[in-house]
Nanobody, 124 residues
């Protein structure tokens, strides 16, 4: 499975961006999909995930501002980011994997496939 993330860019605080992640290769609608991010000098952290059944999960820092969704027909997952803050600045990575338990969706090590990352810069 290959993942291609896009949609990053520069935006002012309070603005919005929509990230996309297109999967190709041996894709499966049974894969969970997730978004992680890594800010300069910090470790990669969980942002959001969507299970194969469509259940969604968010980190506390983005809950209420970000929305993850998936279009299985297009093998694409989206991350709608609203009310962006400077602290959202990071490289955003999409990930996929045959994860059946929702309890581990926030852990990067359970994802088998990773995209290349797309940079989001939020300025004040």
């Amino acid at each position: 499975v290959q993942l291609q993330a896009s949609g990053g860019g520069s935006v002012q605080a309070g603005g919005s961006l929509r990230l996309s992640c297109a999967a190709s290769g041996r894709t499966s609608s049974r894969n969970a999909m997730g978004w992680f991010r890594q800010a300069p000098g910090k470790e990669r952290e969980f942002v959001a995930a969507i299970s194969w059944s469509g259940s969604t999960y968010y980190s506390d820092s983005v809950k209420g501002r970000f929305t993850i969704s998936r279009d299985n027909a297009k093998n694409t997952v989206y991350l709608q980011m609203n009310s962006l803050k400077r602290e959202d600045t990071a490289v955003y990575y999409c990930a996929a994997g045959p994860i059946s338990s929702s309890y581990v969706l926030s852990y990067a090590r359970y994802y088998a496939y990773w995209g290349q990352g797309t940079l989001v810069t939020v300025s004040s």
